[in-house]
């Protein structure tokens, strides 16, 4: 076990000193007026001290949730928590494409899905980009109540099947006991608008409370202008109490429309211009060059939860707790081909595809079309004709290229769909004893979990009508590529037993998975096949010491599993009698000390990420192989070793100033394939780092009560070099992101404005250039400085 110390670069301590400065001068003011005017400008304590646990776990801060802009997505606000990255492609998150996150060694992005994510405790699902919903689907920002990260071992009883590197669970809001209606406005750079109402009808016909919420927000993108963005989302919450049984009901829906960024894939394209990620904002008729309008890369979603959970006190020692959830997903990805695929041989007549008598289900396709007459021939290219499109992906070649054809030919171009649905309805039960057992205490709990679920998939082709004109498409698909289906059954059960002998608590876990996956190919174009999933018997455990009523030092020992995705039968390919569920073995110890105005936390880890599950590609493209269907393999093959310190704290400097500090360092490597063929095919070097996992990052936040209604923090966040290529050939250099907000209330101005509050927020203040998100051999531009406001009237 090792831990590799990383220096902070030249560049970054001197923004670091910049920022000091302008912290320190900030707080000699803030001093100066607290110690002359006496007022009492109190600023509430910052807390980031973990629960009392076996394991490492953060929980997010308000002032984590106030430095962030209502419109943006609720996966920005762990940002600042030890271990934790969340970068975003969109500056308002309107993006799930570019959207990436990390604990330690351990990522959600397009690539790999290796977090577990939990909503109220309620499984998302995944969070992969085909058919899965990270946390903003389920939440608005408004509506979060907060969110706990338990980094490495995570909870035995989280309902997760990603949690190889633990947990991340979002809380809604809790109903308030007394009526109020909430009105939220809010605006920002990039055509940034949001509009939010919440009613919340305190307590009625006894001990039950609800709230009710619908928002409305919309945004364009931050490079060129050209996005529609919007999102609609309406969300109900209900507890009910009956005697010792508590109801609570939860309903959310989701309807989102995101158009895309687009990943830089070499150093070059980010040193040439760090202001455009090579999309475009202009129809030019061409379709070589409209492949990369943005509003042809676009995410469509609807997401619609639901669950109904009781917990029952049955006495003082035996509580049950049981929960029902249903989920409904269902949307589409947005790409544009510069051709149309040839699915019928017209034998040099009219294209079927181009005059819409097409309509073909499966099959394989005989070739493309470029171009075509009048009549809808096809027209191959003048012979010996040399392209002169040098954009996108380095060029066109002749068939591409209009000065390449006779004249008055047609280019033609498709509009791709990806069509994906999910549904899945479970349900859990969890049972907690508290005995003392030989004089000792002693705490039982127990509960399983069983989940069914289906994911429909769906690609068709549709003509875009007239590429002379715009993106419009015909209604009509000429050609439905795929139509698959993948049924899959959950089951988990746990037990732990906790014993505490005097000051020190004893904690012993055993968990199990049961996971079957079905492909059904509704064409007829695949073998049906089965994937059984399920894990042996994993084991859990730590240790808790209660050094002092102030200092406490634990730790825990977790084997996590992640169960093998239906993505896998996706490739017909895959040897699915040897492919094998993902593994992770997490050891961490740790203390916790804490007093009435400070707190300190500091973790050691260390990870072995084993059966990493590698996709190998049947070939190579430049730019998108839009037509990939079933080619390429998965298999297992090598895994990854990651250790680690944690360590954070906080300071209430005095009572109108508090001080929040985090640092991470990591040491993430890749293990070898074992096959020399296969890891020079991937660029896997054993040893090299892993791609998107910065090696140090330091937070350092500051927050002051102005006045007794203003409040205002800045934070800085230093995020070290992260390797953008397996090979290790292209990093993205460190960067250090700083960002500001002002809160205000106006209840002690006028009786008029009682109730009203104003937050204004800037993100990345000093508006560096950077890298963002990591995935694919590729990476986003991180967002510019934004400045957004939101008004709060509550009546």
């Given at each position: 076990?090792?831990?590799?110390?990383?220096?902070?670069?030249?560049?970054?301590?001197?923004?670091?000193?910049?920022?000091?400065?302008?912290?320190?001068?900030?707080?000699?003011?803030?001093?100066?007026?607290?110690?002359?005017?006496?007022?009492?400008?109190?600023?509430?304590?910052?807390?980031?001290?973990?629960?009392?646990?076996?394991?490492?776990?953060?929980?997010?801060?308000?002032?984590?949730?106030?430095?962030?802009?209502?419109?943006?997505?609720?996966?920005?606000?762990?940002?600042?928590?030890?271990?934790?990255?969340?970068?975003?492609?969109?500056?308002?998150?309107?993006?799930?494409?570019s959207t990436t996150i990390s604990v330690r060694g351990f990522q959600v992005s397009l690539d790999e899905q290796q977090i577990g994510t939990t909503i109220d405790g309620m499984p998302n699902g995944n969070s992969n980009y085909g058919g899965g919903a990270k946390a903003n689907r389920y939440i608005d920002s408004a509506n979060l109540g907060g969110v706990e990260v338990s980094q490495g071992t995570a909870d035995i009883a989280s309902r997760s099947l990603e949690a190889l590197g633990g947990t991340i669970n979002y809380s809604t809001d809790q109903p308030l006991e007394?009526?109020?209606?909430?009105?939220?406005?809010?605006?920002?750079?990039?055509?940034?608008?949001?509009?939010?109402?919440?009613?919340?009808?305190g307590l009625f016909a006894g001990d039950n409370r609800a709230w009710f919420s619908v928002s409305h927000q919309n945004a364009s993108d931050w490079v060129n202008g050209i996005a529609d963005n919007n999102r609609d989302h309406f969300a109900a919450k209900l507890i009910s109490e009956f005697g010792d049984v508590r109801m609570t009901g939860y309903l959310s829906y989701d309807d989102t429309h995101e158009d895309n960024y687009q990943r830089l894939f070499s150093p070059d394209e980010f040193s040439t211009n760090p202001e455009w990620d090579r999309l475009t904002d202009?129809?030019?008729?061409?379709?070589?060059?409209?492949?990369?309008?943005?509003?042809?890369?676009?995410?469509?979603?609807?997401?619609?939860?639901?669950?109904?959970?009781?917990?029952?006190?049955?006495?003082?020692?035996?509580?049950?707790?049981?929960?029902?959830?249903?989920?409904?997903?269902?949307?589409?990805?947005?790409?544009?081909?510069?051709?149309?695929?040839?699915?019928?041989?017209?034998?040099?007549?009219?294209?079927?595809?181009?005059?819409?008598?097409?309509?073909?289900?499966?099959?394989?396709?005989?070739?493309?079309?470029?171009?075509?007459?009048?009549?809808?021939?096809?027209?191959?290219?003048?012979?010996?004709?040399?392209?002169?499109?040098?954009?996108?992906?380095?060029?066109?070649?002749?068939?591409?290229?209009?000065?390449?054809?006779?004249?008055?030919?047609?280019?033609?171009?498709?509009?791709?769909?990806?069509?994906?649905?999910?549904?899945?309805?479970?349900?859990?039960?969890?049972?907690?004893?508290?005995?003392?057992?030989?004089?000792?205490?002693?705490?039982?709990?127990?509960?399983?979990?069983?989940?069914?679920?289906?994911?429909?998939?769906?690609?068709?082709?549709?003509?875009?009508?007239?590429?002379?004109?715009?993106?419009?498409?015909?209604?009509?698909?000429?050609?439905?590529?795929?139509?698959?289906?993948?049924?899959?059954?959950?089951?988990?059960?746990?037990?732990?037993?906790?014993?505490?002998?005097?000051?020190?608590?004893?904690?012993?876990?055993?968990?199990?998975?049961?996971?079957?996956?079905?492909?059904?190919?509704?064409?007829?174009?695949?073998?049906?096949?089965?994937?059984?999933?399920?894990?042996?018997?994993?084991?859990?455990?730590?240790?808790?010491?209660?050094?002092?009523?102030?200092?406490?030092?634990?730790?825990?020992?977790?084997?996590?599993?992640?169960?093998?995705?239906?993505?896998?039968?996706?490739?017909?390919?895959?040897?699915?009698?040897?492919?094998?569920?993902?593994?992770?073995?997490?050891?961490?110890?740790?203390?916790?000390?804490?007093?009435?105005?400070?707190?300190?936390?500091?973790?050691?880890?260390?990870?072995?990420?084993?059966?990493?599950?590698?996709?190998?590609?049947?070939?190579?493209?430049?730019?998108?192989?839009?037509?990939?269907?079933?080619?390429?393999?998965?298999?297992?093959?090598?895994?990854?070793?990651?250790?680690?310190?944690?360590?954070?704290?906080?300071?209430?400097?005095?009572?109108?100033?508090?001080?929040?500090?985090?640092?991470?360092?990591?040491?993430?490597?890749?293990?070898?394939?074992?096959?020399?063929?296969?890891?020079?095919?991937?660029?896997?070097?054993?040893?090299?780092?892993?791609?998107?996992?910065?090696?140090?990052?330091?937070?350092?936040?500051?927050?002051?009560?102005?006045?007794?209604?203003?409040?205002?923090?800045?934070?800085?966040?230093?995020?070290?070099?992260?390797?953008?290529?397996?090979?290790?050939?292209?990093?993205?250099?460190?960067?250090?992101?700083?960002?500001?907000?002002?809160?205000?209330?106006?209840?002690?101005?006028?009786?008029?404005?009682?109730?009203?509050?104003?937050?204004?927020?800037?993100?990345?203040?000093?508006?560096?250039?950077?890298?963002?998100?990591?995935?694919?051999?590729?990476?986003?531009?991180?967002?510019?400085?934004?400045?957004?406001?939101?008004?709060?009237?509550?009546?």
């Open positions: 076990m090792k831990i590799k110390t990383n220096i902070i670069g030249a560049a970054a301590v001197r923004n670091y000193f910049a920022i000091g400065c302008t912290l320190l001068f900030a707080a000699g003011n803030i001093f100066a007026q607290d110690v002359n005017s006496g007022d009492e400008t109190d600023i509430e304590e910052i807390v980031v001290l973990g629960k009392s646990r076996v394991f490492s776990n953060n929980e997010v801060t308000e002032s984590m949730t106030l430095q962030q802009s209502p419109v943006t997505s609720v996966n920005a606000v762990i940002d600042n928590l030890p271990g934790v990255s969340v970068q975003e492609g969109d500056t308002y998150g309107f993006d799930d494409w007394e009526k109020r209606v909430r009105a939220q406005v809010g605006a920002g750079e990039f055509d940034a608008q949001r509009f939010y109402v919440r009613y919340d009808t202009q129809w030019t008729g061409i379709p070589y060059v409209d492949q990369v309008f943005r509003q042809g890369w676009s995410t469509l979603r609807e997401n619609t939860f639901a669950y109904l959970k009781a917990d029952w006190d049955i006495s003082e020692s035996v509580t049950i707790s049981a929960a029902a959830y249903y989920h409904e997903n269902e949307g589409r990805g947005d790409w544009i081909p510069p051709y149309v695929v040839d699915v019928v041989d017209d034998a040099g007549g009219s294209e079927s595809e181009v005059s819409g008598n097409a309509g073909i289900d499966g099959g394989a396709p005989f070739g493309r079309i470029y171009f075509v007459d009048g009549s809808g021939v096809r027209q191959d290219p003048i012979a010996g004709c040399v392209s002169t499109i040098s954009f996108p992906y380095g060029g066109a070649g002749p068939e591409s290229d209009p000065a390449c054809h006779p004249a008055g030919s047609l280019a033609v171009q498709s509009y791709r769909h990806t069509h994906y649905a999910k549904e899945r309805t479970g349900f859990s039960l969890d049972a907690e004893w508290s005995a003392e057992l030989g004089g000792l205490e002693n705490m039982l709990r127990g509960g399983v979990w069983s989940e069914d679920a289906t994911r429909d998939e769906y690609r068709d082709w549709h003509k875009i009508s007239d590429t002379r004109v715009g993106i419009a498409f015909d209604n009509v698909a000429y050609w439905t590529q795929y139509n698959r289906s993948y049924p899959q059954d959950t089951a988990k059960w746990y037990a732990e037993d906790s014993l505490r002998i005097g000051e020190l608590v004893v904690t012993l876990g055993l968990k199990q998975y049961f996971i079957d996956v079905e492909r059904q190919d509704l064409f007829g174009d695949s073998p049906g096949a089965t994937i059984n999933s399920d894990s042996d018997v994993l084991i859990s455990g730590g240790l808790l010491w209660e050094v002092t009523e102030n200092l406490e030092v634990f730790g825990g020992y977790a084997e996590n599993f992640k169960a093998i995705s239906d993505l896998v039968l996706e490739r017909p390919n895959s040897d699915l009698a040897t492919i094998q569920p993902e593994t992770a073995e997490n050891l961490e110890f740790g203390a916790r000390f804490h007093t009435e105005r400070a707190s300190l936390t500091a973790t050691y880890y260390d990870t072995d990420f084993s059966n990493r599950i590698i996709f190998l590609s049947a070939e190579t493209a430049s730019g998108p192989n839009y037509e990939i269907g079933t080619n390429g393999t998965y298999f297992n093959a090598g895994g990854i070793e990651s250790s680690g310190l944690e360590i954070s704290g906080t300071l209430q400097v005095m009572d109108s100033i508090g001080l929040y500090m985090s640092y991470s360092s990591d040491d993430s490597s890749y293990l070898g394939t074992g096959d020399s063929l296969v890891d020079g095919a991937l660029g896997i070097i054993p040893g090299n780092d892993v791609v998107g996992i910065p090696e140090s990052q330091l937070v350092t936040s500051l927050d002051f009560a102005l006045t007794e209604n203003a409040h205002a923090g800045i934070t800085a966040k230093y995020t070290g070099d992260r390797q953008i290529r397996i090979d290790n050939s292209w990093q993205a250099d460190a960067n250090t992101i700083t960002d500001f907000y002002l809160n205000m209330t106006a209840d002690s101005f006028d009786e008029m404005l009682q109730g009203l509050s104003i937050n204004f927020v800037v993100n990345n203040v000093f508006d560096e250039e950077y890298l963002g998100g990591i995935a694919g051999q590729g990476a986003w531009i991180g967002a510019p400085r934004t400045y957004s406001v939101s008004f709060n009237l509550d009546f």
